[in-house]
Structure formats: structure tokens, C-alpha cells
């Protein structure tokens, strides 16, 4: 869990064994921007998943984010997740890329007058190639076709390293940061033990 209301000294602090450690930052816009010039789209189309199938969207949430140590939508009980992802304020959108899906894309309007962008990643193989600026681009049309004041998401440090980067080039502005601590998902089963072999395990 992000610990929002920990006091914090200046200097080093254990991180105990089996556990991680990120930063996350906080990230808004306020009002629309304007959209970055993307390539023309490759073999790309947005689907909207209604109503999705939990392992359909566990697949395809582990596809994307494996590499990233994405776990908390997969530790979920299904009805837990289902309650979120069938609730008619979250729209879920795969990116179909070569007739799979290899991105995914999730917009929460439950907060009224605000969307955040709760999840966004592509699959390893189109990473670097575009279809991240179009992705996002879409995102951008989608969340702000709708009456909102406030556009909000959220990247860490373990994400790809130029993901902060990213968001801020596409309009969004910093305005927090946190400190999660969180038990390390490839120790009790959640990811493979070869998932993020840039991250080591310490258990």
C-alpha cells in the first residue's frame, strides 16, 4: 500500500527482506492539451472490452505489465476486481495490435468531474515503436470527451524508465510523490520468479 502519511527522516532506510521499495509520482492536467504529432497508426485498433471477463483482463493485465511488477489488480478476488472493472463509470480498452491484444488502457470516471488513468502499458513488442504516443493520445480524446476539470494518473519507479518522462511530455504535471512499500509479487506467486530481472529478489 502507498503509505501517504509516513514520516520520513533524511537519509537511508531498510527496506525489509522480501519486500519492495518505489517512488511514485503523482501526475494532473487540468485542462485539455493539445495532442503530440504520433505516427500514423501500424496495425493498431482501441477496442472497448464491456463488461470484461476477470482472467481475460488478468491475461492481458499480466502481458502488459509483468515486466513492471504489475500485481495489485492480480491479487485481487475476482469480485473484487469485477466490481471495479464492470462499474459503468471504468471504460477498459484493449489495444489490438496483428489481431492480439497487446495494450491495455483503463479510464475511472468515478470521481465526478474527474478521470483518472488508471492503468496504460503495452505488450514488449511494441514498445518503442509509436503505437505508445498513439495509445495515449486516445486516452487524452477519450477522458476529456467527457465534462471532466482534472485528468490524474500515477507512474513509480519501477515502471519503464522513461514512463514519467512520458506522461510529462504528453501534458501531464507532477504535483506529489509517495513511497510504497509493497511485498515483493514474484515471492508468493503472483509473478513468475523471472519477472523484472532488473529489480533483484531479496528474500
Known amino acids: 500500500m502507498i503509505t501517504s502519511r509516513m514520516a520520513l527522516d533524511d537519509g537511508f532506510a531498510d527496506v525489509p527482506a522480501g519486500k519492495l521499495a518505489s517512488v511514485v509520482t503523482m501526475l494532473e492536467m487540468r485542462s485539455r492539451v493539445a495532442l503530440r504529432p504520433q505516427p500514423a497508426a501500424g496495425d493498431w485498433q482501441l ?93 487524452i480524446e477519450l477522458a476529456w470527451a467527457r465534462p471532466i476539470r482534472r485528468f490524474s494518473t500515477h507512474t513509480c519507479t519501477l515502471d519503464h524508465p522513461d514512463a514519467l518522462a512520458f506522461y510529462i511530455r504528453s501534458g501531464f504535471a507532477p504535483h506529489g510523490r509517495q513511497i510504497e512499500i509493497a511485498d515483493d509479487p514474484r515471492l508468493d506467486g503472483t509473478l513468475s520468479r523471472n519477472a523484472a530481472p532488473n529489480v533483484p529478489i531479496i528474500d
Do not use: K
Open 47 to 139: 477496442r472497448r472490452v464491456e463488461r470484461p471477463d476477470a482472467d481475460w483482463y488478468r491475461r492481458l493485465f499480466r502481458h502488459v505489465g509483468e515486466r513492471w511488477l504489475w500485481f495489485s489488480r492480480l491479487r485481487m478476488r475476482v469480485g473484487e476486481l469485477t466490481a471495479i472493472i464492470h462499474h459503468p463509470q471504468v471504460e477498459v480498452y484493449a489495444l489490438v495490435h496483428a489481431g492480439s491484444d497487446e495494450g491495455l488502457l483503463e479510464l475511472d470516471f468515478r470521481s465526478g468531474g474527474e478521470c483518472e488513468l488508471a492503468f496504460f502499458g503495452l505488450a514488449p513488442a511494441l514498445l518503442g515503436r509509436g503505437a505508445g504516443r498513439w495509445l495515449i493520445n486516445r486516452a
